[in-house]
């Protein structure tokens, strides 16, 4: 009894201990931005108080996206855009986060946006990943039919995982969102997506007076 009582528990706090931790880590990291502040302002209220440089983070954030969206910010960010690729290493470096970032963080992009079943690592295995796009043309070519990207992520860790390029009739669509699917993943199976709810089943019953 006292040992179920203390894994009821445990499985309580962990949790909500480690979504505190990851909290705090954030609030913490973010809260570094306040060193681009100068010292004289640092030492003055309110800027001593924990979860002021998430603030600041944000308004720095909401500031350079105004500026890009005028004429003259766009005009001073391709510039700092040439001025990078022309470094060496440096420019390798930018256009491939630039390229991975303008992908995942774009309201029009489509990576992350479709979760599928496919075969994988061999036929009668199934697992759960993600179509990201087409191969484009030079990885296109060689193969007959038409082909998609598929990421496949590993668990409990989906930031890792796999790249597959795959004829789209080997690709099973699945009628769940992205964040079913990520929970599938990152809980390794333990957390099913569960059935979606008709219409019907979310109205709510009328009442009638008696």
Do not use: C
């Not at 800027?47 to 500031?63: D, K, Q, R």
């Not at 774009?106 to 979760?115: E, L, N, V, Y």
């Amino acid at each position: 009894m006292l040992k179920k009582t203390f894994f009821t528990g445990l499985v309580i706090l962990v949790p909500l201990g480690i979504t505190v931790w990851v909290l705090n880590l954030v609030v913490t990291t973010l809260d570094q931005t306040l060193l681009l502040l100068p010292p004289s302002i640092r030492t003055q209220a309110p800027f001593n108080i924990p979860g002021m440089g998430v603030i600041l983070t944000i308004a720095i954030i909401l500031a350079v996206g105004v500026l890009a969206r005028n004429f003259i910010g766009r005009r001073l960010f391709l510039w700092w855009e040439a001025l990078l690729g022309r470094i060496p290493v440096v420019s390798a470096i930018y256009s491939s986060v630039k390229q991975v970032s303008d992908t995942l963080l774009s309201p029009s992009g489509q990576a992350f946006r479709k979760p599928v079943l496919i075969e994988f690592p061999r036929a009668g295995s199934w697992t759960i990943g993600f179509v990201v796009g087409t191969p484009g043309h030079a990885l296109q070519e060689p193969l007959d039919g038409e082909h998609a990207s598929v990421y496949v992520p590993t668990a409990p860790n989906p930031t890792s995982g796999y790249v597959l390029i795959l004829p789209v009739g080997q690709i099973v669509d699945l009628d769940i969102t992205v964040d079913e699917a990520l929970k599938f993943v990152v809980s390794m199976g333990v957390v099913a997506p569960g059935p979606r709810l008709s219409n019907a089943d979310l109205a709510l019953p009328v009442v009638r007076p008696a």
